[in-house]
């Protein structure tokens, strides 16, 4: 049983350029997550989604950033006009509906995003 | 928003010694408490997790132990190992699973 998969592993984009990152969720789960790891910091939550519907962005920058989990296919975290302020990892978490509330989430093995 | 502290930021312990990793939460809305480890230059993986209607969870070498009064919960490790040498990562959730993380502790066992 796969579990997250995040592609690409490793992006180097120059500034202005456009980022694309995609994360597959485990087998039988329906909600995604997105964290970005500043370094030697904890991780930050962005984004959380179900298909086709964006649940929670209220960690997102409101400009230059967007997400979306469509029907068929991997999530994708889209930044437009990077700046090197955007270097981090990036991470993907997915979990089955939660329970109550709560729902185990598990990572993906980031994208490491380089802005020159 | 909920507010997650973690202390120590560093830890060196010898192998064999027992290791004791504590984290506080502002919001007492929170009910799920998730540890994870995370080596170098991979994705956190979760290692325990505790909801607010227990006290402590145990696996193994790992314990997890919540005092909801107190907004504190903390992560124990028995007889250490080299291979437990990695950075350690408590985290809160206030709504839906969204997580808060602490800023992680980096544990070094030697042998």
């Known amino acids: 049983n796969a579990g997250v998969m995040q592609n690409p592993r490793h992006l180097v984009r120059r500034r202005g350029q456009e980022a694309r990152l995609r994360c597959s969720p485990m087998k039988g789960h329906s909600h995604v997550y997105w964290y970005r790891q500043l370094p030697e910091e904890g991780l930050k939550f962005m984004v959380y989604?179900?298909?086709?519907?964006?649940?929670?962005e209220s960690g997102m920058p409101k400009e230059r950033f967007s997400a979306e989990f469509p029907k068929e296919g991997p999530s994708i975290l889209r930044i437009q006009q990077v700046v090197r302020g955007d270097s981090a990892a990036y991470f993907c978490?997915?979990?089955?509906?939660?329970?109550?509330?709560?729902?185990?989430?598990?990572f993906g093995p980031g994208t490491r995003l380089t802005v020159l | 928003g909920e507010n997650v502290e973690q202390h120590p930021s560093t830890l060196s312990v010898q192998e064999g010694d027992s290791a004791v990793i504590k984290c506080t939460y502002s919001d007492s809305a929170s009910n799920y408490f998730p540890w994870y480890k995370q080596e170098l230059g991979k994705g956190p993986q979760l290692i325990i997790d505790?909801?607010?209607?227990?006290g402590e969870k145990k696996d193994q070498r790992i314990a997890v132990t919540l005092n909801k009064t107190a907004k504190h919960f903390s992560l124990h490790i028995t007889e250490t190992q080299p291979e437990d040498s990695a950075v350690y990562f408590c985290a809160a959730s206030l709504r839906y699973s969204t997580l808060t993380f602490g800023k992680g502790t980096m544990l070094l066992v030697s042998p």
């Open positions: 978490a997915s979990s089955p509906a939660p329970q109550g509330g709560q729902g185990q989430q598990f």
């Open positions: 989604l179900q298909k086709e519907n964006i649940i929670d």
């Open positions: 505790i909801r607010s209607n227990v």
